[in-house]
């Protein structure tokens, strides 16, 4: 059973590390910096980093990268369109990839970046899926490069996964979407509950991740852009009404912008 463990970098980042405590292998997840890896493999000397994988090519992404892998020997993986510093393997949507034995597929969710991929492991019991700046808890990532479209249809493609699926972002943006989402939807218990809990834990310092699909579909307003009381809310700050979810998302996308 693989953990999944969350190193701080930067200021908000995470970067995940995948660990297979019986091969004593590891997998870095878009380290931004080599620091907080290196740390880790430094106090655990009998580990071994095996490979690293990169959702999309910003920097606080892949800034650590040729440092780990000059050192480690690990195997890079990225998306195919984009340039990805000592990339070894070019991925594109649908390919599967073995990590620490287990099977993930690439799922290309452009929008944030145009060759933005997420990495997805469907598992019966728990799946998960590593969703770099797409899917955020409670959120979602800028249009640095893509349309509002692709982002939508991204995000859709991510919210047809199964419901218990867990959601491993990279940014601890939590507490401030979902005060984003309080302002569009101030009348949703799910979200009132959810801002009090994620409050608690930053409080504390705690990270509030991974989140899980299931709690993304009744608090991430960017979800729930057919949802009537959100459509409602994206008019009315829009000034016009809005008659697709595809509309609604882009208006949503705008007011966060500014929010």
Same mark, same amino acid.
């Given at each position: 059973?693989?953990?999944?463990? &969350?190193?701080?970098?930067?200021?908000?980042?995470?970067?995940?590390?995948?660990?297979?405590?019986?091969?004593?292998?590891?997998?870095?997840? @878009?380290?931004?910096?080599?620091?907080?890896?290196?740390?880790?493999?430094?106090?655990?000397?009998?580990? +071994?980093?095996? @490979?690293?994988?990169?959702?999309?090519?910003?920097?606080?992404?892949?800034?650590?990268?040729?440092?780990?892998?000059?050192?480690?020997?690990?195997?890079?993986?990225?998306?195919?369109?984009?340039?990805?510093?000592?990339?070894?393997?070019?991925?594109?949507?649908?390919?599967?990839?073995?990590?620490?034995?287990?099977?993930?597929?690439?799922?290309?969710?452009?929008?944030?970046?145009?060759?933005?991929?997420?990495?997805?492991?469907?598992?019966?019991?728990?799946?998960?899926?590593?969703?770099?700046?797409?899917?955020?808890?409670?959120?979602?990532?800028?249009?640095?490069?893509?349309?509002?479209?692709?982002?939508?249809?991204?995000?859709?493609?991510?919210?047809?996964?199964?419901?218990? %699926?867990?959601?491993?972002?990279?940014?601890?943006? %939590?507490?401030?979407?979902?005060?984003?989402?309080?302002?569009?939807?101030?009348?949703?218990?799910?979200?009132?509950?959810?801002? @009090?809990?994620? %409050?608690?834990?930053?409080?504390?310092? +705690?990270? %509030?991740?991974?989140?899980?699909?299931?709690?993304?579909?009744?608090?991430?307003?960017?979800? +729930?852009?057919?949802?009537? &009381?959100?459509? &409602?809310? &994206?008019?009315?700050?829009?000034? +016009?009404?809005? @008659?697709?979810?595809?509309?609604?998302?882009?208006?949503?996308?705008?007011?966060?912008?500014?929010?």
């Amino acid at each position: 059973m693989l953990k999944i463990e &969350a190193l701080p970098a930067f200021t908000d980042n995470y970067i995940w590390l995948l660990q297979d405590p019986e091969q004593r292998a590891c997998v870095a997840v @878009d380290p931004g910096e080599a620091g907080p890896v290196q740390a880790w493999l430094d106090a655990h000397p009998d580990w +071994r980093l095996t @490979d690293i994988l990169i959702t999309h090519h910003h920097h606080d992404h892949v800034g650590g990268v040729l440092q780990l892998k000059d050192r480690h020997g690990a195997k890079v993986y990225g998306p195919a369109t984009e340039s990805i510093p000592g990339r070894d393997e070019a991925l594109v949507a649908g390919q599967r990839i073995q990590v620490l034995g287990q099977t993930l597929e690439v799922i290309e969710v452009p929008g944030h970046t145009l060759g933005h991929i997420a990495y997805y492991h469907d598992d019966s019991q728990e799946p998960w899926l590593l969703s770099g700046d797409t899917l955020f808890a409670a959120g979602c990532g800028r249009l640095f490069e893509g349309t509002a479209a692709q982002m939508f249809s991204s995000l859709q493609r991510l919210a047809a996964l199964p419901a218990s %699926t867990r959601i491993y972002c990279t940014h601890e943006y %939590t507490l401030s979407n979902l005060r984003f989402a309080k302002a569009v939807e101030p009348n949703n218990p799910d979200i009132a509950d959810r801002l @009090d809990r994620v %409050t608690e834990l930053r409080d504390a310092k +705690r990270i %509030t991740l991974p989140s899980d699909l299931r709690t993304e579909q009744a608090t991430n307003p960017f979800l +729930r852009s057919a949802e009537p &009381a959100v459509v &409602a809310a &994206a008019s009315r700050h829009a000034g +016009r009404p809005l @008659d697709t979810p595809e509309r609604v998302f882009a208006a949503l996308r705008a007011w966060k912008d500014s929010f």
